[in-house]
Every structure is written in C-alpha cells, then in structure tokens.
C-alpha cells in the first residue's frame, strides 16, 4: 500500500523529468521549446474560443428555454417502451452538446437515486462510455480550421448513441 501510494505520487513528476532530461541529452534547448509550444497552445485556444462560447450559449439556452424538459417528456415514454429507463433521458439528450450540463444533471441524478442502484449504474456508464461529440468536432475542426466535416458528425453521434444504449444494456445484464 506504502508503495503504491508512492508510485501514485511520483509517477507524472517523473514522467515529466524523465522527458526533459532526454530532451536536454539530446541537445534539444528545453525551455525555448516548452515556450514555443504555450505559444502554440495559447493561439490555438484563442482560436477556438469564439466556437466555445457559441456553443456554451447554445446550450444555455436550450436549457433556460425548457426545451430539453419538454424534449425529454416527449422521448421518456417510447425510450420506456424499448426498455431504456426513462431517467436517462435527458443525459442521453444532452451528453452530445455538453459535458458540463450533463454533468450537472449527471450530479442530481446521482443525488436523487443513489449511486449504488441501477440507474445510477445506468447513468455512471453512459457518462463513462460518451463524449460531447459536438463540443469535440467543433474544438477539434475550428482549430484546425476544417471546413468540410463530411460525415465526421453523423459517424460521431452515431457511434456516442450507439455506446450509450449499449451501457444501458449491460448494465441492464450485469
């Protein structure tokens, strides 16, 4: 146990020196690189930040609108008849969009029915297994400045729906 605390401890502070000191055997001039590179990261932040923030008031007024409340009244019913539970809904509706709204619902939830029980499960999985694939797509494309996302959306929400039914199930299994 005392070991792998201290494993636990150490293990990024040594990653990190470890990088540095075979960067400086190599020769390689360790701060004008580690300099270059926040330079990078801080453009690219800028860069995609006017995305951020249309997509955070997207959001925000989706939510102080009521239109996720009414949108998961409306699917609660046929998700309950394919066997979904009804109390994933407005996960399964907000996850895509954004993470920090499903996390908060994801935190309520988790209040309201415990974590220990099946929906809880249900809900810890799906958030475990999911991405907010829009969010993503449009950080990763604006800074990269991609135009043309072909089907790169209908893949993502697909294949994030996909990996949330199938929490539901196995958890419905297990």
Same mark, same amino acid.
């Given at each position: !146990?005392?070991?792998? =605390? ?13 990088? &540095?000191?075979?960067?400086? @055997?190599?020769? &390689?001039? $360790?701060?004008? $690189? ?18 951020? $923030?249309?997509?955070? +008031?997207?959001?925000? #007024?989706? =939510? +102080?609108?009521? @239109? ?15 066997? #979904? ?16 709204? *499903? ?11 415990? +974590? ?12 475990? *297994?999911?991405?907010? &694939? ?7 494309? %604006? ?9 790169? &959306? ?7 729906? !996909? %990996?949330? @039914?199938? *929490? ?7």
């Amino acid at each position: !146990m005392i070991l792998m =605390n201290f494993i636990s401890d150490f293990s990024i502070p040594g990653v990190i020196l470890i990088i &540095v000191l075979a960067a400086y @055997l190599k020769g &390689v001039p $360790v701060f004008d $690189v580690f300099i270059e590179g926040a330079r990078e990261g801080a453009e690219t932040a800028f860069n995609i930040l006017p995305t951020m $923030v249309g997509i955070i +008031a997207a959001v925000s #007024i989706l =939510n +102080a609108s009521g @239109l996720i409340d009414i949108l998961t009244s409306l699917v609660s019913k046929p998700l309950e008849l394919i066997g #979904i539970p009804s109390e994933t809904a407005p996960i399964l509706l907000i996850r895509p969009f954004s993470g920090s709204a *499903s996390l908060g619902i994801f935190s309520e939830q988790l209040k309201t029915y415990g +974590a220990d029980t099946y929906i809880g499960r249900v809900l810890s999985t799906i958030m475990g *297994s999911s991405e907010t &694939v829009l969010y993503t797509l449009a950080v990763y494309f %604006g800074a990269t400045n991609v135009k043309d996302t072909r089907h790169a &959306v209908a893949a993502s929400l697909i294949s994030s729906y !996909m %990996g949330m @039914l199938a *929490s539901i199930y196995i958890c419905k299994i297990l």
